[in-house]
């Protein structure tokens, strides 16, 4: 293996995803994704979405911290150049009858954000 596989290999160990290898090693994300592919090794990729799980007795009121699903990475911008945030914390609104998920609802610039979230425990 040479320099760069070593890094590489190093990089993926750490949890490090296409584009931040990409970023850390100055190559673009196309040569690490095809890299990673060629090795048969999965996606670092981290949507943030359930983590960590809530607990299986969530309440309508509970507050939830969690990064939306919308945002593909802390740091990326809107159209105006407003810096998206990492994370929200919003409001859990509504729960499914059968507890098979719940509502949380954010408020973000002025507009609020709704994203459901599966209950991990239904008892």
Not at 42 to 48: A, E, F, M, V
Not at 60 to 88: E, N, S
Request: glycine letters at 8%; proline letters at 7%; hydrophobic letters at 35%.
């Amino acid at each position: 293996m040479n320099d760069t596989e070593t890094n590489r290999r190093m990089l993926y160990a750490q949890g490090c995803n296409d584009r931040e290898i990409a970023d850390k090693l100055g190559l673009t994300r196309n040569i690490v994704m095809h890299w990673r592919v060629a090795r048969d090794l999965p996606s670092n990729y981290r949507t943030g979405k359930i983590s960590p799980p809530p607990s299986p007795r969530v309440r309508i009121g509970d507050r939830i911290t969690f990064t939306p699903t919308a945002f593909v990475t802390k740091g990326d911008c809107l159209r105006d150049g407003t810096i998206l945030p990492g994370k929200v914390t919003g409001k859990v609104t509504w729960i499914h009858p059968r507890r098979r998920y719940y509502l949380v609802e954010a408020e973000l610039f002025g507009m609020v954000l709704r994203e459901c979230f599966p209950i991990a425990d239904r008892r």
